[in-house]
């Protein structure tokens, strides 16, 4: 609830500050809102004896700044979103795995629910307007800080639901974004924003002192659905 309180005073503060300014160094800035589901997550084990099991779905929401370069057609993207993500592994080894002590010669099956604050950095360009349509691409990268990492885990006939896995998550996730869609006006200065989007994770999810496992990344693909106004 803390850090749910947290996030709602720190937004409410963001937009009172959007509303009271629209230009940064001179250049026009738009504000908006986004919620974007993620119909893919998946982590990506750099040893071949770890196995991704399914894709969980997931969903970012928050708040999107569009910087506008002086012509209009581009813009410095970023803003503020809580990012939830969700897969699955299998360890197939005795010598990996948070629990390969006690799960001997039997596969080890981890199911991580994490929730990052993350902030996205991006360059996105555009077309001109064309009957009110304009499409857009972006390129960048994502930082977030770790809010929660929750574990579901089972080997042999034991198993746990939603162990709090914090001390053995990453607490900062980072990598490549990439993006493309269209925006409609809807009204002067009200956009719809809607797109596709995709997330590579450079960084190590798993704690690798504990895990043993060499690097697991996290890539996702979501839809992008917002407004800006």
Known sequence: MKKVFLLGLMSATLCLGLNAQRSVYNRDVRFGFKI???FANSFRAAENDIERSGSGFGVNYGLMADILFSDGRG?????LEVAHASSELIYS?????LKRAEAAGVDQSYKLKLQY???PLSVKLKTNQNNG???WGQFGTYMGA?????MDYSYGSTSESNV??????NKVNMGLLVGAGGEYEVAPKTDLFFGIGMENGFTDITANKDWKDGKVG????????GMFF
Not at 75 to 79: E, I, M, Y
Not at 218 to 225: D, K, M
């Open 133 to 135: 349509f304009r499409f």
């Open 93 to 97: 080894t005795s010598s990996r795995g």
């Open 146 to 150: 770790l809010l929660k990492s929750r």
């Open 36 to 38: 974007d589901p993620v």
């Open 117 to 119: 604050l993350q902030i």
């Open 164 to 169: 709090n896995a914090m001390k053995n998550t």
């Open 218 to 225: 996290l890539n996702r693909w979501a839809i992008r659905l």
């Open 75 to 79: 813009a410095f993207a970023t803003g």
